[in-house]
């Protein structure tokens, strides 16, 4: 009789070892997005998102504490700040400029500028528009244009020239339009999808189009809100 007693015990306690281990930590209602989930407790083993809140979409929301990380999101956000994190922080006087970042453009208007064969140039007129995954960028002043084709990641990064990333110089003084050779690249230092920020360097080498020589392009710097 004490035998089966001491048998039934330890059956009973063994079962609740294996209904504990087997216990998850994570459920579709816990407020985090993990276990395959696409979004914040849907998609994958969950119900289907609609509208969810997610943690690689880019942008500071649905209680994130910076860009896809902290709060509700896995991944806990950099404690050190950097000139490419989206936030004032650190010694900044301005999102991602100021203090030991590069300088903020206070004039409050688009600005940008570089070399052309060695020869300042600085536009008058510069904007940037954004259509879906695509953002042209666009410096002008008298005859000369400066058109940077970013097709890449909304994100901060540098990215080589390509047929898809192009930039192309032209002056229509001289009838000159020349496209960026693989040698070439723009820098996103700054690329903030919420307050549509962008700041950055670029440069490039190029060959005419319309039979003449190249020309080299270079200490290119930009400081635009895009729209």
């Known amino acids: 009789m004490k035998k089966n007693l001491l048998l039934f015990c330890l059956f009973v306690l063994t079962s609740l070892f294996v209904i504990s281990s087997c216990k998850q930590d994570f459920s579709c209602d816990d407020g985090k997005q993990n276990q395959g989930e696409t979004g914040i407790d849907c ?3 969950c119900d289907a998102c609609a509208n969810a809140v997610s943690c690689t979409n880019g942008v500071q929301d649905g209680g994130e504490l910076g ?3 902290g709060g509700p999101c896995p991944n806990q956000c950099s404690t050190t700040p950097t000139c490419t ?3 004032q922080n650190g010694t900044e006087t301005g999102v991602d ?3 030991s970042c590069p300088a903020c453009n206070t004039s409050g208007t688009n600005s940008l ?3 052309i064969e060695g020869t300042a140039f600085t536009a008058t ?3 940037a528009t954004a259509v879906e995954t695509s953002l042209a960028i666009i410096g002008m002043a008298a005859t000369t244009t400066i058109t940077i084709n970013h097709t890449g990641a909304f994100a901060a990064g540098t990215y080589p020239a390509s047929a898809t990333e192009s930039m192309l110089y032209a002056n229509t003084n001289g009838n000159v339009q020349c496209v960026a050779t693989s040698n070439g690249s723009v820098t996103f230092t700054t690329f903030n999808t919420t307050t549509k920020k962008i700041v950055g360097t ?3 080498d190029c060959t005419s189009v319309t039979g003449g020589s190249g020309n080299s ?3 290119g710097a930009f400081d635009i809100t895009y729209n």
Request: overall charge negative.
């Open 85 to 87: 994190d989206g936030i």
């Open 67 to 69: 860009v896809d990380c």
């Open 202 to 204: 670029f440069q490039f």
């Open 97 to 99: 400029c100021g203090g």
């Open 125 to 127: 007129t510069v904007t």
């Open 43 to 45: 998609g994958g083993p």
């Open 113 to 115: 500028s570089c070399k």
């Open 217 to 219: 392009i270079t200490e």
